[in-house]
């Protein structure tokens, strides 16, 4: 129930979302005790979308791609 939720629009990604649309922010989790990466965008209609992913599953991610990434450098 979104009613009970915390309210995140102190967090630093959300107030860059407000300012230019999108914002980023690495912290550790209270509730989940690990580094994450915080992302929001906000919509036309004013709302926010805010998603997390672990910091290690970001590198997990980039790694993935960075063959890639060296093909089209060369």
Do not use: C, W
Not at 16 to 42: C, E, F, H, M, P
């Amino acid at each position: 129930d979104y009613k009970s939720m915390e309210n995140h629009i102190d967090r630093a990604e959300i107030i860059q979302a407000g300012i230019s649309g999108k914002g980023s922010d690495v912290r550790n989790s209270k509730t989940l005790g690990k580094k994450l990466v915080y992302s929001a965008v906000q919509t036309s209609s004013g709302y926010f979308i805010r998603a997390t992913k672990e910091v290690s599953g970001v590198f997990q991610s980039l790694k993935s791609i960075i063959p890639a990434m060296i093909l089209v450098i060369l």
